[in-house]
Nanobody, 124 residues
């Protein structure tokens, strides 16, 4: 299984970006997919997750500004980021799991598939 995140770039504060995470190697229709981010010098941080039921959970820091969606037919997950702030600058990575339980969704170590990240830089 391979995950590939794309869509990062440089944007001014208040702007928007849309990230994509494509999955190849297998169909992931019943798996759990998530976004994480890591800023320089900081720990990896949970951003959002699409649960098996289709329910989507967000970190409080992005709730109301970020929207995650998933296109099972395309085996792709998206992260629409609006009202971006300088503190949103980070490398954004997608992750997936077939065996994770709900209480673990915010823990990066619980995901067994990771893609290379894409850099998002928000200028003030």
């Amino acid at each position: 299984v391979q995950l590939q995140a794309s869509g990062g770039g440089l944007v001014q504060a208040g702007g928007s970006l849309r990230l994509s995470c494509s999955v190849s190697g297998r169909t992931f229709s019943n798996g759990v997919m998530a976004w994480f981010r890591q800023a320089p010098g900081k720990e990896r941080e949970f951003v959002s997750v699409v649960w098996r039921s289709g329910a989507i959970y967000y970190a409080d820091s992005v709730k109301g500004r970020f929207t995650t969606s998933r296109d099972k037919a395309k085996n792709t997950m998206y992260l629409q980021m609006n009202s971006l702030k300088p503190e949103d600058s980070a490398v954004y990575s997608c992750a997936a799991s077939t065996s994770i339980i709900l209480s673990q969704i915010r823990e990066g170590g619980s995901y067994n598939y990771w893609g290379q990240g894409t850099l998002v830089t928000v200028s003030s």
